[in-house]
């Protein structure tokens, strides 16, 4: 796969851990110059540390996907520093279990939308201009739950299930541009996302036993899915879901 993101400018969310991280050291790997943007600014700069160990070039950059003022500061950073942005990945995500009736069920939908699903229409606003100049490619985490629910996470479910709505409406109103808009949907992955609730509950056995490959899905799972979307090799490939869930949505 060495050179398959050669000359590529790639923005990836949420890079200071889990999946983002996963993905960023991943596309550095196969030659691109890699944005790591978190809200977190420890763990975006520690990604591209690690990057930058490893010989690949990365920015990292404080964003909040959910304010647009931070999200066109980002894309203009990103302009003046590195170039035209070519890739988009819209990863940074936030989860909360509980049920509808719990204390917390307003805010806690509140913070998901903003985050989850209106999240990625902000950033993505931001950098339509260099993606059509590109040509570029945006890639959008999903999750299984863009498909179906998992327990007590009913705000979660709309907006992931919201994720795969914008991705097929702007995979059609961007593709006479050249911009192909996919996404994927990661199953149970072991990231600090659900360490807590790996810890406290058995929520993982149960996805496990649900699982055909019979196993939790680790963040690096999801990276050559994401070098695909985001290459050549996936040419003709725009409004798609890429499930990574070792099988989870066949049964
Ligand atoms: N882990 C799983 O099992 C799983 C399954 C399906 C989908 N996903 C999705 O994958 C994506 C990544 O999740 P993860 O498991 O790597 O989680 P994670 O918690 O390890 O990483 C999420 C990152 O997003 C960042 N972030 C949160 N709010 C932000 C904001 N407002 N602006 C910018 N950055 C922000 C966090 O600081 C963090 O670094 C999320 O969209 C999540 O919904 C995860």
């Known amino acids: 796969m060495a050179g398959l993101l050669e000359g590529d400018i790639a923005v990836v969310t949420g890079a200071g851990s889990g999946i983002g991280r996963a993905i960023a050291k991943g596309f550095a790997a196969v030659g691109a110059k890699v944005v790591v943007a978190d809200i977190n600014e420890a763990g975006a700069s520690e990604t591209a540390s690690m990057i930058a160990q490893a010989g690949g070039e990365a ?34 995500g936030i989860v909360r279990r509980e049920p509808i009736t719990a204390d917390k069920a307003n805010e806690d939908w509140d913070a998901i939308m903003r985050v989850n699903a209106t ?35 009913v705000a979660y479910t709309v907006a992931k299930h919201g994720v795969l709505g914008f991705t097929r409406a702007l995979a059609a109103e961007l593709g006479p541009d050249g911009i192909r808009v996919n996404a994927i949907g990661p199953g149970f992955i072991r ?50 879901l890429v499930p990574v869930d070792g099988g989870y949505l066949t049964l």
């Open 59 to 92: 920015l990292s950059a404080v964003l909040d996907v959910t304010d647009r003022a931070s999200c066109a500061a980002l894309a203009e950073i990103v302009a003046q520093q590195y170039g035209a942005t070519s890739v988009l990945v819209n990863n940074a």
């Open 119 to 153: 999240g990625p229409y902000n950033v993505t606003k931001a950098f339509l201009e260099p993606l059509k100049e590109t040509k570029g490619r945006i890639v959008n985490i999903g999750s299984i739950q863009s498909h179906v629910h998992t327990g007590n996470a």
């Open 191 to 240: 990231t600090p996302l659900n360490a807590e609730n790996r810890a406290k509950t058995d929520t993982e056995a149960q996805f496990i036993g649900k699982t055909p490959l019979g196993r939790a899905g680790e963040a690096e799972d999801i990276t050559g899915p994401a070098i695909f979307l985001a290459s050549a090799m996936s040419a003709f490939v725009t409004g798609a």
